[in-house]
């Protein structure tokens, strides 16, 4: 088994301190501790060419608070390392000094580094990334190519949030002069642009907030590449909107979204992406990325959170590969769809502990605000319809988010659920009577096929979900024993 021992990053960012402690399986650990304090180590660095007293002053305090809780928390495990402001300020040494009496041992990340691994954690939550990543901080921008689960060589550039920007004519000439330099002019052209960095998540808020996107999760949110032109009006007129949306706003990165803005509107007009994605992974979770093997580097993030999530709330042990297989004979799904459909059933017992009323509504809250990643919103809407058809439900109840879906593949992911709720009474939760038995399709009839001398499993409940089953695949119900 991969090692499982709590990990934590400590970040010493230009705009904000972070300490976040990843604990449980290791392809895809779930966060259980995060703490930002907005430090500002970068303010009025491009004036001085330091670190100013106030910024380091806020930073020691969260270090020696974060260097207590790690201790605290008895953790080994500890990696602390620091960016753009600590690299490039005079006196960064200096702090840096000031962090190992603490206890840390900090490391710089070069502007290279420091790309490379926001591109690996770009690919840590979406394994299929192929484009551009750009990870805006407080003190500096990276840009680096991604494709086929690698990060390529990368650039740092001096335009972070709490830095001045040149005109916007100035501003697409260094862009389009960096990435000629770097080699990756017309490399983002008609590819995804991936967004990494506070201000840019903000900014996809506000899109979100101005088109009632009905999920308030910004992993793998989509815009189109001209939309941050159009929210200008958005940004200025924040004093006006409605409370209750800003509420999902984070405070502390509001002054930098002009900033953000102004230079993803520049990107785009001189990268071309095909369009504009969400990644919440960025360097911490690339560095995790990187320490893995290949073997763990390789597995699907939603897969194995769904199936970590599967194992340590089923009933008599976690079988959700086995009633994947059971049920994958009578459906023709290519392999996205398949991946949704293995996700879904690895979470098919989940909900046996709530009050059977709710247990249908327990299955959705998981599939649409459970810590995913590697899949988008509509995939989501797909999960929660198969969950929501496996404990008993019809259609999703809130139209509005079934709207992502078209209904075609609602009503592929409704019968993904009937076909889970079948092998789920059937085998009344354990493994044993899927593997002595089958599904299949042939010729216009579903058919469940029980061994001799165990056709007494077939009781009403079984017949009914059967025949329940096949009505919802146009087909007539067969029980046969072999």
């Known amino acids: 088994m991969a090692d499982r021992e709590p990990v934590a990053i400590v970040d010493i960012g230009s705009n904000s301190i972070r300490l976040v402690v990843f604990s449980g399986a290791p392809r895809i650990p779930s ?3 995060n703490e930002k304090v907005m430090a500002g180590l970068g303010e009025g660095i491009d004036e001085t060419g330091a670190l100013s007293e106030g910024g380091q002053a806020r930073a020691l305090a969260a270090l020696r608070r974060f260097f207590l809780l ?63 990543v750009g990870d805006l901080g407080g003190g500096s921008l990276e840009l680096v190519e991604v494709a ?25 000439r260094k862009l389009k002069r960096s990435l000629d330099q770097a080699g990756l002019a017309g490399r983002g052209k008609g590819r995804p642009f991936f967004m990494v960095g506070g201000s840019w998540r903000t900014i996809a808020r506000i899109d979100m907030i101005a ?31 409605d409370p209750k949306a800003l509420a999902m706003l984070t405070a502390s990165r509001i002054p930098t979204l002009p900033k953000a803005r102004k230079l993803l509107v520049a990107l785009v007009e001189v990268i071309k992406p095909s369009e504009l994605i969400v990644s919440s992974f960025g360097i911490r ?52 769809c398949a991946r949704i459909r293995l996700a879904a059933c690895l ?41 929501f058809a496996n404990f008993g439900g019809r ?58 001398g165990e056709q007494a499993l077939y009781g009403e409940t079984v017949d009914r979900r059967l025949k329940r089953l096949a009505q919802a695949l146009g087909c007539e119900a067969e029980l046969r024993t072999n």
């Not at 009050?355 to 249908?360: G, I, L, N, T, V």
Request: hydrophobic content about 40%.
């Open 285 to 336: 979770e690339g560095l995790l990325f990187q320490s893995l093997g290949a073997r763990t580097r390789s597995l699907d993030p939603l897969i194995e959170a769904a199936r970590e999530a599967g194992r340590g709330l089923s009933r008599f042990g976690e079988h959700g590969d086995l009633l994947d297989r059971w049920i994958a004979p009578i459906f023709d799904d290519d392999p996205d």
């Open 70 to 132: 790690i201790e605290q928390m008895g953790l080994r495990k500890v990696r602390v390392v620091a960016t753009s402001a600590v690299r490039d300020a005079s006196n960064g040494d200096a702090f840096l000094k000031q962090v190992r009496a603490l206890g840390f041992r900090p490391e710089v990340l070069s502007g290279e580094e420091e790309a490379e691994v926001a591109g690996m954690g770009v690919i840590s939550g979406a394994p299929e990334a192929d484009g551009l």
């Open 211 to 241: 088109t009632g996107y009905p999920l308030p999760i910004t992993h793998h949110y989509s815009m189109a590449a001209g939309r941050p032109a159009e929210l200008g009006g958005a940004l200025r007129n924040l004093d006006r909107a």
């Open 31 to 33: 966060v259980a501790f």
């Open 347 to 387: 979470l098919a017992d989940i909900a046996w502990q709530a009050h059977p009323d709710f247990r249908a509504e327990r299955g959705v809250e998981m599939a649409l605000h459970g810590n995913w990643v590697g899949i988008d919103g509509p995939g989501r809407v797909m999960m929660a319809q198969a969950l």
């Open 395 to 452: 259609g999703l109840p809130d139209a509005i988010t079934a709207a992502l879906c078209s209904p075609e593949q609602l009503d592929r992911a409704a019968r993904w659920g009937l076909a889970m709720r079948l092998g789920q009474r059937l085998s009344g939760g354990l493994a044993v009577s899927l593997e002595r038995s089958a599904l299949s399709r042939e010729q216009g009839d579903v058919v469940l096929t029980l061994r001799k």
């Open 148 to 172: 086929g689960g690698k990060a390529g060589k990368g650039i740092s550039l001096p335009l972070g949030v709490l830095r001045p920007q040149p005109s916007p004519s100035d501003l697409k």
